[in-house]
């Protein structure tokens, strides 16, 4: 199975994200994010933890880094749309994001308690390389 569950989740009394500094306590999950060729002739994709991953679940409230320190991330700008596919930076997701189309550091995505129950991560330069991210 390609998707990863994460399964806890907090908020304060008011059901709202703490706006506290993001820190390490505060971020619920890091993934580490390489691009990998799909084949010897194959096209490259987005792996999550070293696993082809075409759906991860997030949860709302919650804060996720996606760490891109990978040299094979270099020529692949990492971003969060409202729409799949890539190769653009058509509907583009910035609300709880720090570093979009990053190729190298990390990527923090604060997720918002009002964030679409569906989100895609891409990549700018090269079409059909990302996923799907449920948000629930």
């Known amino acids: 199975d390609d998707v990863n569950y994460l399964s806890s989740y907090s908020d304060n009394e008011d059901g709202e994200i703490d706006e506290n500094s993001v820190n390490n306590e505060n971020i619920e999950k890091t ?3 390489s691009v990998q060729r ?3 002739y194959g096209s490259h994709k987005f792996y999550i933890d070293n696993q082809l991953t075409s759906e991860l679940v997030l949860k709302r409230g ?3 880094v996606f760490d891109l320190t990978s040299s094979s991330t270099n020529y692949h700008p990492f971003y969060i749309s409202t729409s799949q596919g890539g190769g653009n ?3 583009e997701y910035l609300i709880g994001v720090t570093n979009s189309r990053a190729t190298s550091g990390k990527l923090t995505f604060k997720v918002p308690l009002n964030a679409p129950s569906s989100l895609y991560f891409n990549c700018g330069f090269h079409y ?3 996923g799907h991210l449920v948000v629930q």
């Open 89 to 91: 930076y058509n509907d």
């Open 62 to 64: 919650l804060i996720y």
């Open 31 to 33: 993934f580490t994010v």
């Open 38 to 40: 799909q084949g010897y």
């Open 128 to 130: 059909g390389m990302g």
